[in-house]
């Protein structure tokens, strides 16, 4: 999955390196995860955390945008 985040992103090493404590960088990280229900479910798994976690943890971060019609 390191070789499509890097695609997605257009993320190199060295930046994953330095900006891993980055708010807005933590943010394509999970906009990444949440592309794919799978992903979703596979990183919710490793990290022992509930679904919705991604979820609410991907809104405290800068960036998300929220498309729904009410």
Do not use: H, N, Y
């Amino acid at each position: 999955m390191l070789a499509q985040f890097m695609s997605f992103t257009g993320s190199g090493a060295d930046e994953l390196r330095t900006r891993i404590t980055d708010p807005d960088f933590l943010g394509a990280v999970l906009d990444f995860v949440l592309e794919s229900d799978i992903t979703v479910e596979k990183v919710a798994q490793a990290a022992g955390v509930a679904l919705e976690t991604i979820l609410i943890a991907r809104s405290q971060l800068p960036g998300m945008q929220v498309d729904w019609t009410p």
